[in-house]
C-alpha cells in the first residue's frame, strides 16, 4: 500500500505540472508567484493559523493553538476571538497540548466551528456575542467540522489519536499511512425527541482531512492526506448516507479544501507548499500558487522515495521544506467577493494573494 500511495504522489506531481503547462481550462484561473511581502501579519504574531474564514465586515478568523481563535484585521493586529477556553478548550503545554484545525462557517453565517485535532472537541461560536459552546467530544481528535443547512454536524477523524496523546499519535499516523480515518454525520435535533447517536459513514480512511458540502448538487468533496486522493461522494437528500464513490482526483498529500461560487475546488498540499485548483466542470488542474526552492525540492523527492521505501520521514518536516514560507501550506480562506485569498498553515502567520 505505502508503494501504491507513492506512486500515486509522483503521477499526481507530474499530472499537474502537465495541466499547469498546457493551460487547459484555466483561463479564468488566477496565478501567483511567492514574494516575501505576502506574509500576513507582517509582524508574524498568529500561532498555527490552520484553517480560517472571512467574516461579513471584512476580518477574518483563523486558528490558533494559544486561544482557540483569533480574529484579523486589515492591518494585522488580532486579538482572541471566541470563549472556547470557557467551551473546555485546553492548551498547556506539555501536559495538555490542544490544536484548533479546521475552520467553517455554518450556513446562514451566523457561527464559526472549530476542531481540535488532538483533543476532539467541536466548538461552536456565535459571531455576534462570541458565546461558545462545545457542541460534540469525539473520543478521538477531530479534523474538520461542518454543518449543513437543515443543522446536521459532519466531520472527520484523521486518525484513532487519543486527547493524552493526540499529538503523538497524529503524527506517527502521518508517518505511516494508517487507514483508521473516518467520517461521521450527527443528525440535527428533531423537536422534543432525544437527538440520535453519531454515525459513521466511512471508515478505513487515510487520514481523512478537510471536506466541503455541495448541497446544491449533494455531494461531498473529501481529502485523504495520506492516501494522496480527493474523493467525491453522492449524500442521500435526507442526509446521513453516502453513495457514488469516486476519486476525483490524485494529489500529494491534500490538506484542507474549499469550493468558490465558480464550481472549483481549491486544495492546500503541505509538503508542496502548493495550492491546486480543479475546476469540477472541465476536470482541468492548475496550480496557483507553488513555494519552491532547490532545497525544499530535494526533501520532497526524498519524502516521495522514503514514502515508497515504508521508511520514516517526518524528521524532513523542518523550514527548509516550506521557507520563505512561514509554515507549512495547510489550507485556503476564500473571499465572498473579488477580494484576497489567504493561505493559512502551520506556522506563524498567513499568505495574503492580492486579487
Known amino acids: 500500500m505505502r508503494k501504491l500511495i507513492a506512486t500515486i504522489l509522483l503521477i499526481a506531481a507530474a499530472v499537474h505540472t502537465g495541466c499547469a503547462a498546457s493551460g487547459r481550462g484555466s483561463a479564468a484561473m488566477p496565478r501567483w508567484s511567492f514574494e516575501p511581502e505576502m506574509i500576513f501579519p507582517a509582524d508574524r504574531s498568529l500561532k498555527r493559523p490552520e484553517d480560517g474564514v472571512f467574516l461579513a465586515d471584512g476580518r477574518i478568523v483563523v486558528a490558533d493553538q494559544v486561544d482557540g481563535l483569533r480574529v484579523v484585521s486589515a492591518d494585522g493586529s488580532s486579538r482572541p476571538f471566541g470563549k472556547l ?132 448538487n449533494r455531494y461531498i468533496y473529501l481529502a485523504e492526506t495520506t492516501g494522496g486522493r480527493v474523493t467525491r461522494y453522492r449524500i442521500d437528500p435526507d442526509g446521513g448516507r453516502l453513495s457514488d464513490r469516486i476519486v476525483v482526483l490524485e494529489v500529494d498529500h491534500p490538506d484542507n479544501l474549499e469550493l468558490d461560487r465558480h464550481n472549483r475546488l481549491w486544495i492546500a498540499s503541505p509538503v508542496r507548499s502548493e495550492i491546486i485548483v480543479l475546476d469540477l466542470a472541465s476536470g482541468a488542474t492548475r496550480s496557483v500558487l507553488r513555494i519552491s526552492t532547490p532545497t525544499s525540492e530535494r526533501r520532497v523527492e526524498e519524502i516521495q522515495t522514503r514514502i515508497g521505501n515504508g521508511t520514516s520521514w517526518l524528521e524532513l518536516l523542518t523550514p527548509e521544506l516550506w521557507e520563505p514560507g512561514p509554515g507549512m501550506t495547510t489550507g485556503i480562506i476564500l473571499p465572498p467577493d473579488d477580494g484576497p485569498v489567504y493561505v493559512t498553515g502551520l506556522g506563524d502567520a498567513l499568505i495574503r494573494l492580492a486579487p
Request: net charge negative.
Open 85 to 216: 477556553a470557557q467551551a473546555g478548550y485546553a492548551h498547556d503545554p506539555p501536559s495538555i497540548v490542544g490544536a484548533p484545525n479546521g475552520v467553517s462557517l455554518n450556513p446562514s453565517g451566523t457561527h464559526i466551528l472549530v476542531a481540535d485535532v488532538y483533543r476532539g472537541g467541536i466548538f461552536s461560536v456565535e459571531i455576534a456575542t462570541e458565546a461558545t459552546e462545545r457542541v460534540y467530544q469525539h473520543p478521538f481528535g477531530v479534523n474538520t467540522a461542518r454543518r449543513d443547512r437543515a443543522g446536521g454536524l459532519w466531520f472527520t477523524q484523521s486518525t484513532r489519536n487519543g486527547p493524552e496523546h493526540g499529538e503523538a499519535e497524529l503524527l506517527r499516523s502521518v508517518d505511516v499511512a494508517t487507514p483508521d480515518g473516518a467520517l461521521y454525520y450527527l443528525p440535527p435535533p428533531r423537536g422534543g425527541e432525544p437527538r440520535a447517536p453519531v454515525s459513521m459513514l466511512d471508515e478505513r480512511l487515510f487520514f481523512a482531512n478537510g471536506f466541503v458540502l455541495d448541497e446544491t
